[in-house]
């Protein structure tokens, strides 16, 4: 049944219903089709206001970490800090970093991954860095953070799902910790 709402109206359910879509099933699962139909509109409109599925993608996934908590810790235990914040992240951003890693075969997709990648996990930590390596530092720890989410969310490691999660922080923030403290 197509919408008779308003342009807004249907452009909001439109977005809505690709948020919802894309995190629970990925961007290349996501059809148009899907899409009109979940905002119970014609697939011509989805286009009509977005112009294509992957700038409808780039509109609705936005990956927004709560970074304030690294600044509240000392230096010496931001390894620690970020394996927690990392551990802690909620089933929306897991949805929302799946989908742009699945959609990263489409360069306007993975140009945002890049850019959210930058602004989220890089940017922050090397403002808490100091020495000239500072920013191989930062770019360091945010690989390995993504590896982390890699192996929890996309590889679904059972071993590490399984794990103490007391533990876990102990030792990925260990390991991040050797890549965040300067060499003297």
């Excluded at 909001?12 to 990925?26: N, P, T, V």
């Excluded at 609705?60 to 800090?81: I, K, S, Y």
């Excluded at 100091?130 to 390995?144: I, K, S």
């Excluded at 030792?171 to 965040?180: P, S, T």
């Amino acid at each position: 049944m197509l919408q008779t709402g308003s342009g807004s109206t249907t452009r909001d359910a439109i977005h809505e219903a690709a948020a919802r879509l894309f995190r629970d099933q990925g961007f290349a699962r996501t059809t148009v089709r899907r899409i009109a139909a979940a905002a119970g509109t014609d697939p011509a409109l989805v286009i009509r206001h977005f112009k294509s599925k992957e700038l409808l993608f780039l509109e609705t996934m936005h990956l927004a970490v709560d970074n304030e908590p690294l600044f509240d810790v000392p230096l010496e235990q931001l390894g620690e800090r970020l394996a927690e914040l990392l551990l802690d992240l909620d089933g929306t951003a897991r949805g929302i970093f799946l989908a742009l890693v699945h959609g990263s075969g489409e360069p306007q997709i993975l140009d945002r991954l890049r850019q959210t990648h930058e602004k989220t996990l890089i940017a922050p930590l090397r403002d808490r860095l100091r020495g000239p390596d500072a920013d191989l530092r930062a770019r360091l720890a945010a690989a390995m953070s993504g590896g982390l989410l890699y192996g929890l969310w996309v590889a679904r490691d059972e071993g590490l799902l399984g794990a103490d999660r007391k533990e876990l922080i102990r030792r990925y923030g260990a390991l991040l910790q050797e890549v965040l403290t300067p060499r003297e």
